[in-house]
């Protein structure tokens, strides 16, 4: 969860926004592999690295791209049949 207290949230909020999806893929990346050099690299820290990726994708999908998906499907109409 990306859920973190307060005083971590300072630092790491005041980061520049990327404007395009090259520059959040960019910083992404650079976030990522300054966490893999951090400590020890091994096949733990490639893992908790995945795992958080992967965490914050899933997050992503349900708190944005769902709310936003069911908010088409109530203005446009659904695509699928009911499946009971």
């Not at 909020?13 to 404007?19: G, M, S, V």
């Not at 944005?64 to 109409?77: H, Q, R």
């Amino acid at each position: 969860m990306p859920y973190v207290d307060k005083d971590s949230r300072f630092e790491l909020e005041n980061l520049r926004t990327p404007k395009n999806a090259g520059e959040l893929n960019y910083m992404i990346t650079k976030l990522v592999n300054a966490y893999l050099k951090e400590e020890d690299f091994n096949y733990q820290r490639i893992n908790d690295a995945l795992g958080a990726l992967e965490g914050a994708k899933l997050e992503l999908y349900r708190r944005v791209a769902v709310p936003y998906e069911n908010s088409k499907i109530a203005l446009n109409g659904d695509v699928y049949d009911k499946l009971d």
